[in-house]
């Protein structure tokens, strides 16, 4: 017997849904147990309390950024949703950015996390230690061709100056005191002053922004002219879905219910491109892990039914975006 598309749809969203069943019937559980127990940290995904993780993200931005010819010296950097720890951008000031801030829509991280990230990322630098790659980290993108330490980025000059142990004392210091910039919840463009920052960077973060067009445009806002911006996003289905491009044949009614705590927004990399394009950002790179695709076209629901092919198998991507300089004025007399 012949089964349908729709049918065979229900059929492997099955688990999901029944997970996502049992959550909502504990839910009122799990409300009472956290009154009594009081205020919890909301759940995520802890990766960046790992110095080695921090380490692993930062380094692959530079070697990236490096390869596509962007500046990989920032002196001011801002990131969107650092999660459990700022250590990302602890690396960042370890290997000399001046200024660091902090964007989430929630409060993960605090002083003690960041202390003790910060301790293990000043020894890795230290020892110039390789990449942390694939077998340790086997879901961290980008992935690269060398994980040897990027001497030809990270000098020994650079370090030398950037690790200088007055520095790195003073650093410590304010992220013991808790006093790096880390603004929660960032709702406003004006959460930083426009034309300020030399780079701003996510990693698994922009699949989880609820509204692209207005973020990359406070993204625009924020970067001086000529400044970049680098992400990483994972386009698969978090778990959502026992196929890995599943969240797009789950009616809306369906996605409401499987799509947990901390949602995706299933925007393909399409969309991406288009926010990114109309908010006036030159792309310089994008590179894409394609992956076979888990459904066929005809278990996307109509609303997804604009999905292009390569959208449809793209797991992953690595954006890197420039605001394009301002032209600089003429000089009468010289063409
Ligand atoms: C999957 S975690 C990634 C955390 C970290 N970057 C990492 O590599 O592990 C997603 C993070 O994005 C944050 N987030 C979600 N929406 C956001 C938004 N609109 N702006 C900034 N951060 C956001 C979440 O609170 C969380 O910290």
Known sequence: MKTSAKTRRMVAALPALVKALVRHARAPFRSAVRRARGPVRETLSAETLSARYCYAVWLRHLVKANRYGLRTDPTSVAELGPGASLGVGIAALLTGAERYLALDVVRHANAAANLS?????????????????????????????????????????????????????????RVRLDQLEYVVPWDDPAAIEAESVDLVFSQAVMEHVADLDTTYAAVFRWLKPGGTMWHQIDFRSHGTSPIWNGHWAYPDWMWRLVRGDAPINRQPLS?????????????????????????????????????????????????????????????????
């Open 271 to 335: 969309r991406h491109l288009e926010a990114i394009e109309a908010a006036g950002f030159l792309r310089i790179a994008c590179e894409t892990e394609q992956a076979e695709s888990g459904i066929d076209r005809t278990w996307l629901q109509p609303v997804w039914g604009w999905l292009d092919d390569r959208d449809l198998s793209c797991a992953s991507a690595l954006i890197q975006a420039v605001r394009p300089a301002r032209p600089q004025p003429r000089i009468a007399g010289i063409s």
């Open 117 to 173: 990230v910060f301790d293990e990322l000043v020894g890795l630098f230290h020892r110039r230690a390789t990449i942390p790659d694939s077998v340790e980290f086997p879901e961290v993108r980008p992935r690269l061709g060398s994980f040897a330490f990027p001497d030809e980025i990270l000098t020994a000059d650079r370090l030398l100056r950037s690790l200088d142990s007055a520095r790195v004392t003073e650093l410590r210091e």
